[in-house]
């Protein structure tokens, strides 16, 4: 946090023309001192009066660019890690029947040996049903009833629900969000203008978004076993990889 908070403060500083940084810190406080050393500037170091004082010029260096993109990097692979790895799913439109979309996704996520903790939520299910059978699957009328942190929702309701459901995603503490629900981009101008205003709301809660009109998130990897999609089994481990439906572009089905 420090570091982030430094690199803006020097974006705003060259912003209005200020071009040098100073800084005194108790000689204890190692971890300050170290936050400047790895800033990457150039600087000058003196010791007076009892503190250390450091000076360095704002002017981005190869370095002090370097050190940017590297931490930029690493708050990117923490912000995907539990779309990709979560240890808890719910799958939010969950129907009592077998078939359709998110009964279909529950039903694959228990079949690939998902590692993790599965939720099935659907406002529609009576007070009294606690597990979603033949799969025995804790079974929740809305997030608010699941008594543990959510990493992943899949969301498979009606394009005119989601917004709802996203605001208790986000109320929640959800890090990570399948929309698979239709009527978006891909149904013209209106459907795009949804599309912006979920990307927004996801956004004022700090989560991931994959979708919407999304077919799913895999992770084959043996810790993890993420078959959140509409494939009925788990392809074969390997790389990574984004795979466009056809007329949707990879930005669509990439985490945004």
């Keep these: ?13 060259r912003e209005r ?64 890690q539990r779309l990709l790895a979560p240890g808890s799913v719910a799958v939010i439109g969950t129907s009592r029947t077998p078939g359709g979309v998110g009964r279909t996704v529950l039903r694959n996520l228990l079949d690939g040996g998902f590692t993790g903790r599965v939720h099935a939520v659907n406002h529609a299910f009576p007070d009294d049903m606690t597990l979603l059978e033949p799969e025995g699957v804790p079974a929740h009328r809305s997030l608010r009833a ?9 969301v498979a309701v009606p394009a ?9 995603c986000g109320d929640h503490g959800v890090q990570g969000l399948v929309v698979l629900s239709a009527g ?17 709301q996801a956004r004022s809660y700090g989560m991931r978004v994959i979708g919407p009109n999304a077919f799913g998130v895999i992770n ?3 810790g993890v076993r993420l078959n959140a999609s509409l494939s009925p089994r788990l ?4 790389g990574w990889a984004c795979s466009p439906s056809p007329g949707r572009s990879a930005s669509r089905c990439c985490p945004g």
């Design 220 to 222: 084959t990897a043996d």
């Design 146 to 154: 699941i008594e543990e942190p959510v990493d992943l929702a899949v």
């Design 1 to 13: 946090m420090a570091s982030a908070l430094l690199e803006h403060i020097a974006a705003v500083a």
């Design 235 to 238: 392809p074969n481990p390997g």
């Design 17 to 80: 023309g200020i071009r040098r940084f100073a800084a005194e810190v108790l000689p204890a406080n190692n971890k300050m001192i170290k936050v400047f050393t790895d800033a990457g500037y150039t600087q000058k170091r003196s010791f007076e009066d009892g503190v250390v004082r450091l000076e360095f010029d704002l002017e981005p260096t190869d370095r002090s660019l370097a050190v940017m993109r590297a931490r930029e990097q690493r708050a990117e692979a923490r912000s995907v």
């Design 184 to 200: 978006y981009a891909e149904s013209g101008g209106e459907g795009r203008d949804r599309q912006r205003d979920l990307v927004r």
């Design 160 to 168: 005119e629900r989601v917004s709802a459901v996203v605001a208790d």
